[in-house]
């Protein structure tokens, strides 16, 4: 529903993926992460930093519902390089 002009726009509640029903998981879901973070010394000043992540969120379908659970991105990934000069 989206409201008019005329009615007040507080009367009328749009969840966001931040207050909405995905701002939490419930006693029945879980997530798991596994990170990988390392740094080399190339030379005495310079340094690579190499890291990488992997995160699984598994909902319960008797809470979320069938739709929600198949709809949801369940696999997120991260990966990063950086160099690092020292003076």
């Known amino acids: 529903i989206i ?3 005329e009615s007040d726009f507080h009367d009328y509640y749009i969840p966001s993926r931040i207050d909405g ?10 997530a ?3 990170n990988a973070d390392t740094r ?5 000043n310079l340094e690579l930093a190499v890291e990488a992540a992997y995160v699984r969120l598994n909902l319960d379908e008797g ?5 929600i659970v ?3 991105d369940k ?9 690092k000069y020292s003076f």
Request: overall charge negative; charged content about 25%; glycine content about 6%.
């Open 32 to 34: 798991w992460e596994l």
């Open 3 to 5: 409201p008019s002009f």
């Open 70 to 72: 198949n709809e949801v």
């Open 75 to 83: 696999d997120s990934y991260r990966v990063s390089i950086g160099l």
């Open 40 to 44: 080399y010394k190339i030379y005495e």
């Open 63 to 67: 809470t979320w519902g069938k739709k």
């Open 21 to 30: 029903p995905f701002a939490y998981l419930t006693t029945s879901d879980d």
